[in-house]
């Protein structure tokens, strides 16, 4: 990358920290949340919906909005957005204003994640593509080190301070945004606007791209995400049940996880993807996964946990950027809506995942582990059968052709 694009993935590097710095905040605090309001598995389970139900709702439209008017508003809408709503959140006293904040920060931080995606796409080439994707999944993983860390460390002090923090650097992450960030879409590259409704997340467009260019990575995007959120959003609620872990000790372990996951993510996937290509590092990683997730069940102690974890987190950190990347290579319409889409398939599995978990979680603490297990080996089946290893095929050379 020039240093030009260094710098700019820089900003964006600090501001998927940022955002994902307040999701994982609330990962070891929500159990004790929840259990504070009488609550189990099923409530943990929606509250952890209700974030991808309204990233599955507007991420799309704020893909589609960056294609016709750039990505910086909506990558300074999506941080503060987000500050807005971790601010929410520490002033919670109810059950409800819990899912209020939580769904403000689905709808307004679903801006960043699609939008800095299409950034990449703009800035770098083919080659260097699965880097610039990689780069986004180390700074989310490092903001999933950063925020259970913090939020189980200071959960002793009050369960509310993580989040004014989180809310403080939400601000600050807007301001260098909007004074240090260059717009990446030019006026004459941006889609149309006049005459044209939105683009949401209609069921009859989502369909359509099922049978696009990109449909297979788009399932196994909703596959791995479905499989991802049975380990994560019941990870802390599964530990205080089976181990007696409080905030401190599952901060402690998420903490690892998020340093395995930045450290794959950010040194791995484009030297992988350099000399295996995207296909046979999704293949690899989804197989990988699902067994190392079986495996977390035989944990007994937490230097075990903290083992088959890592293996797991291995496995599975490889998967979103690589997916990303491929569906970037082998769209045919905008990179913002392809991102989009993408992000909106990754939803449905983050709005199923939870909800799932929380349900089996309440007949059986070990159920979301072994469906999560099934689910990414389903997804193994589908890349070996559906995913092919042609040439992708690039916004440049098969134009902008809506997804039909």
């Known amino acids: ?4 694009n260094r710098k700019n993935t820089g900003i964006l590097f600090f501001t998927m920290i940022v955002v994902m710095l307040g999701f994982g905040i609330v990962i070891p605090i929500f159990p004790f949340y929840v259990e ?3 609550a189990g598995g099923t409530e943990l389970g929606f509250l952890m919906a209700t974030y991808a139900i309204m990233q599955f709702l507007f991420s799309p439209v704020w893909g589609d909005l960056s294609d016709r008017y750039g990505r910086k508003p909506f990558l300074i809408l999506g941080t503060l957005g987000n500050g807005l709503a971790m601010l929410l959140f520490g002033l919670s006293t109810e059950l409800w204003m819990l899912f209020a904040a939580r769904a403000l920060a689905g709808t307004l931080s679903a801006a960043t994640l699609p939008t800095a995606m299409a950034y990449i796409s703009d800035i770098t080439s083919q080659e260097e593509r699965g880097k610039g994707m990689g780069m986004i999944g180390a700074a989310m993983g490092v903001g999933m080190v950063i925020g259970p860390g913090l939020g189980g460390s200071m959960a002793g002090i009050s369960l509310a301070s993580p989040f004014f923090l989180s809310a403080g650097v939400s601000a600050m992450a807007a301001l260098l945004i909007f004074f240090a960030l260059p717009e990446s879409l030019s006026k004459e590259n ?13 069921l009859k467009v989502m369909w359509g791209a099922l049978f ?22 019941i990870f802390g609620l599964y530990s205080l049940e089976r181990f007696d872990y409080g905030p401190q000790e599952v901060g402690l372990l998420l903490t ?11 040194l791995l996937t484009g030297p992988l993807t350099k000399r295996w290509g995207d296909v046979v590092v999704i293949r690899t990683a989804l197989l990988s996964s699902a067994i190392s997730f079986g495996i977390m069940l035989l944990a007994f102690n937490f230097i075990t946990v903290l083992v088959t974890v890592t293996l797991f987190i291995l496995s599975t950190a490889l998967l979103r950027p690589s997916v990303s990347s491929l569906t970037s290579k082998r769209t045919t319409d905008g990179q913002g809506m392809a991102m989009g889409l993408n992000n909106s398939f990754m939803s449905l599995g983050r ?11 309440d007949i059986n603490i070990m159920l979301p582990y072994l469906s999560g297990a099934i689910i990414l080996l389903v997804g193994f089946a589908i890349s070996m059968v559906w995913l092919k290893k042609d040439e992708p095929v690039s916004q440049k050379s098969a134009g902008t052709a809506p997804i039909h």
């Open 36 to 38: 504070s309001f009488q």
């Open 212 to 233: 696009s260019p990109i449909g297979v990575l788009l399932i196994l995007a909703f596959l791995l995400s479905f499989g991802l959120t049975n380990f994560e959003s």
């Open 351 to 361: 709005i199923v995942g939870p909800i799932w978990a929380g349900l089996v979680f």
């Open 190 to 202: 941006r889609t149309e606007s006049e005459g044209k409704k939105i683009r949401g997340p209609q």
């Open 1 to 4: 990358m020039q240093t030009s």
């Open 256 to 266: 690892g996880i998020g340093i395995t996951s930045a450290l794959v993510q950010g």
